[in-house]
């Protein structure tokens, strides 16, 4: 009984959507699909930015070691413990924070590349293998966009360094500003705290 109406759905949504679709003057539209997760591990900058936390990482556990090497020397170090958790903790946000930064500059390299190939090309959409049920190898192009990130250059720096002023003190967390909410109305951080 579902599959009776279910038809007649999909022919309306088909409809529909030919109807939204721009007129290209019985020219056909040309689609390709690439990889994405692909292009996130196998690209130069990719790998780059694994290396640039990779080594990140390293610094963080080498201080951890430390200060688990003073607690296994005193377990009643309450000092060293109150620091482990402290560092810990800061390790873990700094993490956070710094493969996000990698995520959002190769996203941002990436996106470019695809919009550039895809112009040059002269491809309507590129849509991601992943989101594609099926489609014929013949218009996966995640090669030949893998050869154009890879001639990308990105330098990693530390999120952290840019949290701090030329003194070398942590910026504070929220500087005293005026801001838009979108309704016309001016909000300041102070105002945001009574929502």
Request: net charge negative.
């Amino acid at each position: 009984m579902q599959t009776r109406y279910s038809i007649p759905l999909l022919f309306v949504l088909m409809f529909s959507l030919s109807a939204c679709l721009p007129e290209t003057g019985g020219a056909k539209q040309k689609f390709a699909v690439v990889d994405m997760q692909r292009i996130m591990r196998d690209t130069t900058p990719a790998k780059a930015g694994v290396a640039f936390l990779e080594e990140i990482h390293s610094g963080m556990q080498k201080k951890i070691s430390a200060i688990q090497d003073r607690l296994e020397k005193n377990s009643k170090d309450e000092a060293a413990q109150k620091e482990l958790q402290s560092v810990y903790m800061a390790s873990q946000q700094r993490m956070q924070a710094e493969q996000q930064n990698v995520i959002n500059l190769l996203d941002d390299v990436i996106q470019r590349v695809l919009n550039d190939y895809r112009e040059q090309q002269g491809y309507d959409v590129i849509l991601n293998a992943e989101i594609a049920a099926a489609y014929n190898p013949a218009v996966n192009v995640t090669t030949a966009v893998i050869v154009e990130v890879n001639k990308q250059k990105i330098e990693f720096k530390p999120v952290a360094a840019e949290d701090k002023n030329p003194a070398g003190e942590a910026k504070p967390e929220m500087e005293k500003q005026t801001q838009d909410d979108g309704r016309g109305k001016a909000n300041s951080p102070a105002d945001a705290d009574k929502k």
